[in-house]
């Protein structure tokens, strides 16, 4: 993986109120429109202030990290976030804050994945992007670059301000586990329907510190392992046998997240409650999440959940599916016992879920 450095020193000749490590990996946020080739291409954020000069305004000292190539957020893989966190945690003790700059498409599992590999994290680590690339008139990437910037800044005035991993967008700042991309015209397009959001932008920014994680005591904790053999298996009505074989049998699965009905309510036919038996007895690990945006898995509810709790499907609460896979791939790769991997898929590791 190759990088490119710059510094920016917005507070110059003064000393900067704080330190920001902006990384950008690409997606819509950099693009530009080239007239040469007619299309739009990424553009070089060493020349940010050009395009957003109110971060002049700032007195900050900004490094941007541009990951090369830049890559559109579909193409994320399991080693990017790998290195994203190494990238992290090797430049986390010289900044205030953190600012990634992403895809939107995968945001919300890029956030999540990182909520996991960064345990007590004391600094706000905030992904931003934008539905209008940078080069173009209307585009959102300004405002939402700059009040990311501005909430990872307030580190440097009040102590461990958002000390997580969040998703700054349109307005709202919100739990990067918690968030989903809901929107892809309007410029409104995360929610975060199980969980209220930690700050909100208007003409001031409002904090909500009730719904802030408390800024954990121990140091930070960076973990290099993801597990990449995970699957989710969506139920819909006339889903068949051979299908739901076909997933629970793929070889190597160790976990699989397994899209319910409702409150994780699934058919009771007795093929297909054979083969998630049979998974479970092979030690495969099924995660129940909720198809619906809001609400939860509540096992035992109704009679179509009250098998698959009794033969051990771990309810996932109110996690998103963007949460929970990549919980999945944490959780696996820490290579735990048996006891101990169904204990942390069912409890809270940060802020993913409410109990
Ligand atoms: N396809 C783009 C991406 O996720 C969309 C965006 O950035 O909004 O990289």
């Not at 958002?162 to 998703?167: D, M, N, R």
């Not at 015209?185 to 932008?201: G, R, V």
């Not at 904090?207 to 930070?220: H, M, V, W």
């Not at 976990?255 to 409150?263: C, K, P």
Request: with cysteine; charged share 20%; net charge negative.
């Amino acid at each position: 993986m190759q990088t490119v450095k710059v510094h920016i020193d917005t507070a110059a000749p003064d000393n900067p109120e704080a330190s920001i490590l902006i990384i950008y990996t690409g997606g819509t946020v950099g693009m530009v429109f080239d007239e040469e080739a007619q299309h739009l291409v990424p553009f070089n954020f060493s020349q940010i202030p050009d395009k957003v000069p109110e971060l002049k305004q700032f007195n900050y000292l900004l490094t941007v990290i541009s990951i090369e190539p830049v890559i559109d957020s579909s193409n994320i893989t399991i080693a990017d976030w790998l290195m994203l966190a190494k990238l992290i945690e090797e430049n986390y003790n010289d900044y205030d804050g953190f600012v990634v700059l992403h895809g939107t498409d995968t945001m919300a599992y890029s956030a999540s994945a990182l909520s996991y590999l960064l345990e007590n994290l004391q600094k706000p680590v905030i992904f931003t992007g934008a539905q209008v690339p940078i080069g173009l008139i209307r585009t959102d990437a300004r405002e939402n670059l700059i009040t990311a910037l501005q909430i990872a800044g307030t580190k440097a005035h009040v102590k461990c301000r958002v000390p997580e991993i969040s998703i700054f967008f349109h307005n709202l700042l919100l739990r990067g586990n918690r968030a989903k991309k809901v929107e892809s015209s309007h410029f409104d397009a995360f929610k975060s329907e199980n969980y209220p959001p930690l700050a909100e932008a208007g003409i001031d920014i409002d904090f909500y510190d009730e719904n802030i994680l408390p800024c954990p005591l121990q140091p930070l904790k960076v973990h290099h392992q993801l597990d990449p053999n995970v699957v989710i298996l969506k139920l819909f009505p006339g889903i068949t046998e051979a299908v739901v074989r076909s997933i629970l049998q793929a070889p190597g699965i160790r976990g699989v997240l397994m899209e319910t009905f409702g409150s994780g309510n699934a058919p009771t036919s007795a093929w297909f409650l054979n083969l998630l038996r049979e998974a479970i007895e092979r030690g495969v690990f099924i995660l129940n999440v909720s198809q619906c945006d809001e609400g939860r898995v509540d096992q035992g509810r109704y009679e179509t959940s009250k098998y698959l709790l009794n033969m051990g499907v771990i309810g996932g609460a109110d996690i998103t599916t963007e949460a929970a896979v990549t919980k999945l791939m944490f959780v696996l790769g820490l290579n735990l016992s048996k006891e101990e991997t169904i204990k942390l898929l069912s409890e809270n590791l940060r802020g993913e879920i409410s109990l």
